[in-house]
Antibody, heavy 125, light 106 residues
Framework: EVQLVESGGGLVQPGGSLRLSCEAS????????MNWVRQAPGKGLEWVSY????????SYANSVKGRFTISRDNAKNSLYLQMNSLRDEDTAVYYC??????????????????WGQGTTVTVSS | SYELTQPLSVSVALGQTARITCGGN??????VHWYQQKPGQAPLVVIY???NRPSGIPERFSGSNSGNTATLTISRAQAGDESDYYC?????????FGGGTKLTVL
């Protein structure tokens, strides 16, 4: 079964740090780009960060640039989000989501077609 | 930065056709993707690259994209279609989501 499972959320004080993890199973993780997407309580979806399968390309939303770092370990089928200097407005459910697949040098996109269940980050004093 | 504009809410009578729009500058030149999200659940892609349906998504869901507007069309609306819907595009090096539209089936 194709699956993504996030972990690492919790309550943290403003200015603190947290590291989220996303463990993939059921597919060739290294062939897929991945994203972190968040959703503040009662709000819409906000894209956070993107990383290609080889980690050669990484991008961030302006709201987190310089504070968050995305990374992956293909040997462990895992995606990470290191979050530093956390602010109240970072409070959200954080989802990891599968992106485009690269096969024989060609990329194919079917939407963010697999999502985890989300992990909740609460930034509060 | 690129912006996508969606109506906050759309209502449709049971069995009728709902259309949810997504506005953006020359959005017709981009690939648009649509997601359905029900309360407490992760989003689900219902349309990718303007008009393609993933397996398992009913034929009642269709998409189009031209000029400055992309549209998600839901035919023969059912109670189970009541959800939030988000459009999405790739702009330069970032993903952009629309603000979301709450679909109510009356």
């Amino acid at each position: 079964e194709v699956q993504l499972v996030e972990s690492g959320g919790g309550l943290v004080q403003p200015g603190g740090s947290l590291r989220l993890s996303c463990e993939a199973s059921g597919f060739t993780f290294s062939s897929y780009a991945m994203n972190w997407v968040r959703q503040a309580p009662g709000k819409g979806l906000e894209w956070v960060s993107y990383i290609t399968g080889s980690s050669s390309t990484i991008s961030y939303a302006n709201s987190v640039k310089g504070r968050f770092t995305i990374s992956r370990d293909n040997a462990k089928n895992s995606l990470y989000l290191q979050m530093n200097s956390l602010r109240d407005e970072d409070t959200a459910v954080y989802y990891c989501a599968r992106d485009e697949v690269e096969v024989a040098g060609q990329s194919y996109y079917y939407g963010m077609d697999v999502w985890g269940q989300g992990t909740t980050v609460t930034v509060s004093s | 930065s690129y912006e996508l504009t969606q109506p906050l809410s759309v209502s449709v009578a049971l069995g009728q056709t709902a259309r949810i729009t997504c506005g953006g500058n020359n959005i017709g030149s981009k690939n648009v993707h649509w997601y359905q999200q029900k309360p407490g659940q992760a989003p689900l892609v219902v349309i990718y690259r303007d008009s393609n349906r993933p397996s398992g998504i009913p034929e009642r869901f269709s998409g189009s994209n031209s000029g400055n507007t992309a549209t998600l069309t839901i035919s023969r609306a059912q109670a189970g279609d009541e959800s939030d819907y988000y459009c999405q595009v790739w702009d330069s090096t970032t993903w952009v989501f629309g603000g979301g539209t709450k679909l109510t089936v009356l």
